[in-house]
């Protein structure tokens, strides 16, 4: 299983940005996914998850009303639109998938796609 993440940038403060992250490999739509996200000198931290139908979302409450995750089944894609950006939103981003869990933490991830990074000016 691979997990190719992309669409960061350099963004000013208040704009969006959205990226994506296709998945090859196993059945897309048996993995919950997620993406995460690590600043410079921080602990990556989780950003949102979104169950294997797309029913149900959660997001750390950094993000909430800022950020909406979404997923294509039909694509083997997941998405994180991201809204009103915040210069401490800048980090990597990290799309994960786990094929046996409901929701998703750092400990419950079977696979890790690479980094986008993302930066926000002030």
């Known amino acids: 299983v691979q997990l190719q993440a992309s669409g960061g940038g350099l963004v000013q403060a208040g704009g969006s940005l959205r990226l994506s992250c296709a998945v090859s490999?196993?059945?897309?739509?048996?993995?919950?996914m997620g993406w995460f996200r690590q600043a410079p000198g921080k602990e990556r931290e989780f950003v949102a998850d979104?169950?294997?139908?797309?029913?149900?979302?959660y997001y750390a409450d950094s993000v909430k009303g800022r950020f909406t995750i979404s997923r294509d089944n039909a694509k083997n894609t997941v998405y994180l639109q991201m809204n009103s950006l915040k210069p401490e939103d800048t980090a990597s981003y990290y799309c994960?998938?786990?094929?046996?869990?409901?929701?998703?933490?750092?400990?419950?991830?079977?696979?890790w796609g690479k980094g986008t990074l993302v930066t926000v000016s002030s």
């Open positions: 490999g196993r059945t897309f739509s048996t993995y919950t």
């Open positions: 979104i169950s294997r139908s797309g029913g149900y979302t």
């Open positions: 994960a998938a786990d094929p046996v869990y409901a929701r998703i933490t750092l400990e419950r991830v079977k696979y």
